[in-house]
C-alpha cells in the first residue's frame, strides 16, 4: 500500500505489488538513450562538406531536404542554414517540391523538385541508395562519418542526384546529472545499459560520457528481447522502459516493465507500470522507490525481531521469579510484579506498533549504499534500537502504574 502510494505520488500506475517489489531487486537497469539520457533533441552544430563541394552548396541541400521536417534535428538545421549562409525564407512550395518522408525501412528523408533528388540520412542507407544508382560513396566521407561517429554525435550524410555533397554533424547533448545518477545506482550495485539505435561508435562515444556500464547499439526489438533473456538466464532481474509496439515483446519480459502513457496500446499492456507523465527517467525514481521499501521492510524486521527478543528478556525474569526464585537475579528492570511486567508490556505492544506505522508508510531515509553497509546500518540502528527500547519503556510504564497505585 505504502508502495503504490508513493508511486501514485510520481505519477505512476502499478499494475501489481509484485512489480513494487521487484524494483527493488532490479540489479539491471535498461535505459533508451533518447530523451532520458540525452535531451532527446539533437541539434545540427555543422556542415562538412567532402570531395571538394562548395560548404554553400551542402547547406543548401540540407535545408531544402529539411524544410518539411518538423523534428528537432530538422528545424535546427533550417535554422544553421540560415545563421550560416543567410538561406531564408523559403518553402516547398517555391519549386513545387515534393517532401520524402523518414521510414524505417529508408533511414532517409528528402525532397523531389524539377527532376532532382536530394536525400539526407543514415551513412549506410544513404551509401546504399547512391551505390544502387552507381554512384560512389568516398573514403573522405567515410573518414567524416567516423570522426563524428566517434565524437559521440550524429552523422547524417547529405546527396544529391545520387552525388555525396557531405555529412551534417548532429550533437546529442546529455542531460545534466544524469552521470551523478547513475554513480549512485552503481553504488547500489544497478548495472546501467543504454539502449540505441546508434552505430556502435557513437553509442560508445555517449556512453562514456554519460557514464553508463554499457550500451546495446543498432538496437532491434528482437536484440532488445534478447538481451534481457539473457540477464535473466544469468539470475538478473532487469528493469525496463519503452513506448512503441516494437518494445512490447521486451517490455513483456523484463521484471519491471514502465510503459509511457503516451506510448501504444500494445506497449501499456505489455507493462506492468504505466507512467502517466510519459518521462522515461522515471524509471530511476521507480527503482528509488522500490530500493527504499526494501530498506524499510529492512530496517522494520530488524526492530521488530531485536525488540521481540529484548521484550521478552525483560519481563520473562519478573513473570516466573516467583515459581524460581533463582531468576530474581536476573530483573534487572526491578519490575514490581509478574502482573505489572505483562501489563507493561501488553501496553507498550500497543504503542510501539502505533509509533512504527508514519515509519512504514513514509519509508526509511533513502540511501544509495552497497547491500553490506545497509545490513550494517540496520543492525546499529535498528536492532540496537529495537534492544533498547523495551528496557526503557516497559520500566517507564511500570513505575508509572506503579505510582498510580494501579499494581
Request: hydrophobic residues 45%.
Amino acid at each position: 500500500i505504502a508502495g503504490m502510494s508513493r508511486l501514485n505520488e510520481a505519477n505512476v500506475l502499478a499494475m501489481s505489488g509484485r512489480a513494487i517489489e521487484a524494483a527493488g531487486d532490479v540489479d539491471i537497469l535498461m535505459l533508451d538513450k533518447t530523451g532520458t539520457i540525452t535531451l532527446g533533441n539533437r541539434q545540427a552544430s555543422e556542415f562538412i562538406p567532402v570531395d571538394g563541394v562548395d560548404p554553400a552548396e551542402l547547406a543548401d541541400a540540407a535545408q531544402l531536404s529539411s524544410l518539411a521536417d518538423e523534428t528537432p534535428e530538422g528545424r535546427s538545421i533550417v535554422v544553421l542554414a540560415k545563421e550560416q549562409f543567410g538561406l531564408r525564407g523559403r518553402t516547398l512550395e517555391d519549386k513545387g517540391m515534393e517532401f520524402i518522408p523518414f521510414t524505417a525501412a529508408t533511414r532517409m528523408s528528402g525532397v523531389n523538385y524539377e527532376g532532382n533528388e536530394i536525400r539526407k540520412g543514415a551513412a549506410d542507407s544513404v551509401r546504399a541508395y547512391v551505390e544502387a544508382a552507381g554512384g560512389v560513396f568516398s573514403a573522405e566521407c567515410d573518414e567524416v562519418v567516423e570522426r563524428i561517429a566517434k565524437a559521440g554525435g550524429t552523422p547524417l550524410v547529405v546527396t544529391k542526384n545520387c552525388r555525396v555533397l557531405g555529412v551534417v554533424y548532429l550533437k546529442d547533448i546529455i542531460k545534466s546529472g544524469v552521470k551523478e545518477k547513475f554513480a549512485d545506482l552503481r553504488k547500489m550495485g544497478i548495472k546501467t545499459i543504454m539502449v540505441t539505435g546508434d552505430n556502435p561508435l557513437t553509442a560508445a562515444a555517449i556512453a562514456a560520457e554519460a557514464g553508463v556500464d554499457d550500451f546495446l547499439a543498432e538496437a532491434t526489438p528482437e536484440g532488445k528481447l534478447a538481451k534481457i533473456r539473457e540477464f535473466q538466464r544469468e539470475g538478473h532481474l532487469v528493469a525496463m522502459t519503452g513506448d512503441g509496439t516494437n518494445d512490447a515483446p521486451a517490455l513483456a519480459q523484463a521484471d519491471v516493465a514502465v510503459a509511457m502513457n503516451t506510448g501504444t496500446q500494445a506497449a501499456k499492456e505489455a507493462g506492468n507500470m504505466v507512467d502517466l507523465d510519459s518521462s522515461p527517467t522515471k524509471l530511476i525514481d521507480i527503482v528509488r522507490i522500490g530500493k527504499q521499501l526494501l530498506m524499510t521492510r529492512g530496517s522494520l524486521t530488524t526492530f521488530s525481531v531485536a525488540n521481540d527478543v529484548a521484550k521478552y528478556f525483560a519481563i520473562i525474569p519478573a513473570l516466573f521469579s516467583p515459581i524460581y526464585p533463582g531468576l530474581g537475579a536476573l530483573n534487572i528492570l526491578g519490575l514490581a510484579s509478574p502482573l505489572s511486567a505483562v501489563l507493561s508490556a501488553i501496553i507498550y505492544n500497543a504503542l510501539v506498533i502505533v509509533a512504527l506505522i508514519p515509519a512504514a508508510l513514509k519509508g526509511v531515509k533513502y540511501r544509495e549504499v552497497p547491500s553490506g553497509q545497509l545490513l550494517t546500518h540496520n543492525l546499529l540502528v535498528w536492532g540496537l534500537g529495537g534492544i533498547v527500547a523495551p528496557f526503557v519503556f516497559i520500566k517507564l510504564i511500570d513505575m508509572l502504574l506503579a505510582f498510580c497505585g494501579i499494581m
